[in-house]
């Protein structure tokens, strides 16, 4: 009996004995089974575990399975499905336990699918399913061969379990445990076990071996940089890099309170600049080094960031503190327009070439994975098999979160609910850190039915004066011109009014069209000022010229005066230091992080760098009534110097979440889906409310499309789209193209607004695929503008896109 096949020389045989594999994925997820998750005492885990190890492929013993794998094309598609057999005999097994029996059916049931709602999969409403599945099942049970060696594996399995269970007594089950009683806990054991399950059996059906947690240097950060040292000053005294070290001390002295290891949530606000990345890596290399001292496990750290650059930035500073073989940078630049790959719902094992690389890749099989906010949270709260498979790592982890205040208010209180879970069920730790600290739990609490009864699950800050910290920076002031909105001729009066030849500038609008337009206003101000440079930022040009542009930005402010236009890209993790700026009224987190590009590097020659707030009449198309009207008022003063930010950012906060004006019913019901399993309906039925299975950090724009851009001069483009083609046309290997090709042709893509005319005329042309667009060399310059990306020119002011 085999579990896979191969094919060589065009003829099929066995690649791995059945038995095999049953104990290998067994072996597995006991292994990685934590003893620290903290579930109710009437769930024994390890038994339920084990025994759907040894049972999820159960269907696999029959001779309509095997026939499949050596003959496919002999095969019956509804004989060789192999879920079913061994989802009713777990459910039988169990069956003293309610809670335990339904849960072993589920998990079993959808170790190749996506989850749905756990009702619909125990009672299917499709007529013919129900009617269908006594037959099927009575000819599996008698086509399956001996399973006497399963019996010696499997204590207390008997022949006689091996029976289709009726509806009646799996409605009579679920009613008796979860239909009566779910709850969030609920969630965080279903999606652990299968996470457990799904994992181990993709690890040993590609034959990867689990990585094996290694020490870190805990001094790692102090070897690069020197243990932190600054002077016995009052703080205002410093200068920044003693601030610098002040901060990282302060916060690493924490680590030896006696009571550091009980606390589960960490905050860390400061300003821009101060260092967090390596702050908070210090932190955490030797707070993980106390746990393998005292709890004597290592914890795998997991280090969540908004933006692809931002990822690429930190990986590199990772590396070159920690080396390369201890880290791993997981992320799809699908993650940017908030698209992933949904997968068929039956992802089948024996159809898929395995890459063992890519399966380490998927399942994280490193000490330190560095990831987008996609990647995590759509993880954590999810229901894709494809993404579960990481969802057990967050078991004993350390979280750690940078530029938070990226996340849709909206949202806040379902993603600090996922994190607080699942330090409360999974022993995670979670560090929450940002220039503008968003009061992401104090928002869960408020919204949901959610009371922190543990004190070591409430937040704890690891800077204790970070009040104080940021009082010793004065290196910008906002300054609001926003009594009058303004159009772009208005804004190159205020332009030339407050610019000098010298200076460098940053300037920051809220759509891509309107900066396209002030971009062009600028260039044809600036046309006989031949010592400056004029840059272009946005998502309208393509993610590697991004890359380059930001390189050529940082040479040249190092030599003349740059000016750079540009939308909301640049507001996060982008370390560009420019003299002033102008930024078009928004959120003042927004606000807040612009003014981070300015005097970054605290020059005291450049003390009280302005940064002007102006109307163009945006804000409100963009983010709403609500900011348009909170910001208007926050910005209410003459000057806000940077002292004062994070009080501002603050107030800005409580106000902009609070008295009914963010609408917090989504995050509400996301909560809700997860207590109750409602992980997703099938294709076939109309949804009924909102599933785990909505939950997205990012929403898909349909009012936008995806478009490779290949331009004449780049030959690696030319490379990757062949190579995509040869993809879709079989003729070249997943496991080679995403080695080879996918960055780069991932990095070739933007998406723009499907409404303009050079869209509408694109979309008349060859595609790529179903759902990417293809601009081809000789089509590049009409399509595509070598200073802000695609063309533009018909896009009506009053669209609310900013992409």
């Known amino acids: 009996m085999f579990s896979h096949s191969k094919e060589e020389n065009g003829k099929r045989s066995g690649s791995k004995f059945l038995i095999d594999h049953l104990n290998g994925v067994h072996t597995k997820a006991l292994n990685h089974l934590s003893p620290r998750v903290s579930f109710h005492a009437n769930l024994n885990i390890t038994e339920l575990i084990s025994v759907v190890c040894w049972l999820h492929d159960l269907g696999k013993y029959t001779s309509y399975f095997q026939t499949y794998l050596l003959n496919p094309e002999k095969a019956e598609q509804h004989l060789k499905a192999h879920s079913n057999l061994g989802a009713h005999t777990a459910f039988n097994y169990f069956y003293s336990n309610p809670e335990m029996s339904i849960l072993a059916f589920y998990l079993i049931k959808m170790h190749h699918s996506n989850l749905m709602n756990i009702d619909l999969v125990l009672f299917p409403d499709n007529a013919s399913t129900r009617i269908q599945e006594p037959e099927i099942f009575q000819k599996q049970k008698s086509a399956l061969s001996s399973l006497e060696v399963l019996k010696i594996q499997l204590r207390g399995f008997e022949e006689s379990q091996i029976q289709l269970s009726t509806p009646k007594e799996l409605h009579t089950l679920y009613k008796k445990s979860l239909r009566k009683q779910t709850s969030i806990e609920h969630y965080f054991i279903t999606n652990y076990l299968f996470s457990l399950l799904i994992e181990a059996d993709k690890l040993d059906a590609s034959d990867t071996n689990p990585y094996q947690f290694e020490n870190l240097p805990p001094l790692a950060v102090d070897y690069r940089f020197g243990k932190p040292v600054f002077p016995d000053l009052e703080l205002q005294k410093m200068s920044q890099n003693e601030l610098r070290n002040y901060v990282r001390s302060e916060v690493v002295s924490t680590i030896e309170r006696e009571d550091i290891l009980e606390k589960r949530i960490f905050t860390l606000a400061a300003p821009t600049g101060i260092g967090k990345t390596m702050t908070s890596l210090d932190f955490v290399l030797k707070l993980r080094a106390k746990i393998a001292k005292e709890e004597h496990f290592l914890p795998q750290i997991i280090y969540g960031l908004p933006f692809i650059n931002i990822i690429e930035q930190s990986l590199n500073e990772y590396e070159i503190t920690l080396g390369k073989g201890k880290v791993m940078g997981h992320y799809q630049y699908a993650d940017i327009f908030g698209k992933e790959d949904e997968g068929r719902n039956e992802l089948t094992d024996e159809e898929i070439s395995y890459s063992q690389k890519q399966m380490s890749w998927d399942t994280w099989q490193k000490d330190v994975v560095i990831t987008s906010f996609v990647q995590l949270f759509e993880t954590l709260i999810g229901n894709r098999n494809k993404l579960l498979k990481k969802f057990r790592h967050f078991a004993d982890s350390i979280i750690i979160l940078d530029e938070v205040q990226t996340l849709a208010i909206e949202k806040l209180p379902i993603i600090g609910a996922a994190l607080f879970y699942s330090a409360k069920f999974l022993n995670a730790r979670v560090l929450i850190m940002t220039a503008t600290q968003p009061k992401i739990f104090e928002l869960m609490t408020r919204e949901l039915p959610i009371e922190i009864d543990n004190h070591k699950l409430e937040p704890f800050n690891i800077l204790e004066n970070d009040k104080a910290v940021f009082k010793c920076f004065n290196r910008t002031k906002i300054i609001p011109r926003i009594s009058e909105r303004i159009e772009n001729d208005g804004f190159l009066g205020l332009f030339e009014r407050y610019w000098s030849l010298g200076k460098s500038c940053l300037v920051v609008v809220n759509k891509v069209s309107r900066s396209i337009e002030i971009f062009e206003a600028l260039k044809q101000f600036l046309e006989d000022y031949t010592d400056v440079a004029l840059f272009y930022l946005s998502t309208n040009i393509t993610p590697i010229e991004r890359q380059l542009r930001i390189k050529e930005i940082k040479e040249s402010l190092k030599e003349k005066s740059?000016?750079?236009?540009?939308?909301?890209?640049?507001?996060?993790?982008?370390?560009?230091?420019?003299?002033?700026?102008?930024?078009?009224?928004?959120?003042?987190?927004?606000?807040?992080?612009?003014?981070?590009?300015?005097?970054?590097?605290?020059?005291?020659?450049?003390?009280?760098?302005?940064?002007?707030?102006?109307?163009?009449?945006?804000?409100?198309?963009?983010?709403?009534?609500?900011?348009?009207?909170?910001?208007?008022?926050?910005?209410?003063?003459?000057?806000?110097?940077?002292?004062?930010?994070?009080?501002?950012?603050?107030?800005?906060?409580?106000?902009?979440?609070?008295?009914?004006?963010?609408?917090?019913?989504?995050?509400?019901?996301?909560?809700?889906?997860?207590?109750?399993?409602?992980?997703?309906?099938?294709?076939?039925?109309?949804?009924?409310?909102?599933?785990?299975?909505?939950?997205?950090?990012i929403e898909e724009s349909h009012k936008g499309i995806s478009v490779f851009v290949e331009s004449p001069f780049d030959s690696e483009a030319k490379e990757a789209r062949q190579a995509y083609q040869s993809l879709l046309l079989g003729k070249l290997d997943k496991a080679t193209f995403d080695k080879s090709f996918k960055r780069n042709f991932n990095q070739r893509i933007i998406a723009v607004p499907n409404y303009l005319d050079k869209s509408i005329e694109l979309k008349k042309d060859m595609k790529l695929s179903d759902d990417i667009f293809w601009i081809q060399p000789h089509d590049f310059e009409f399509y595509y503008d070598q200073f802000t990306g695609f063309k533009r020119n018909n896009e009506a002011s009053n669209q609310a896109i900013s992409f």
């Open 562 to 697: 740059c000016i750079l236009v540009s939308t909301q890209v640049v507001e996060a993790g982008v370390d560009l230091d420019f003299d002033m700026g102008f930024r078009d009224l928004g959120p003042i987190d927004s606000i807040v992080q612009v003014a981070g590009r300015i005097n970054r590097e605290n020059s005291e020659v450049r003390k009280g760098s302005p940064l002007y707030i102006v109307d163009f009449g945006d804000c409100q198309k963009i983010y709403g009534v609500a900011t348009d009207i909170k910001s208007r008022k926050a910005l209410a003063e003459k000057e806000i110097e940077e002292k004062d930010y994070k009080q501002m950012v603050e107030t800005y906060f409580d106000e902009i979440s609070g008295n009914n004006m963010t609408d917090f019913r989504f995050s509400e019901e996301i909560f809700e889906a997860m207590q109750n399993l409602k992980y997703s309906f099938p294709s076939s039925s109309p949804k009924k409310h909102k599933t785990v299975s909505d939950f997205r950090i």
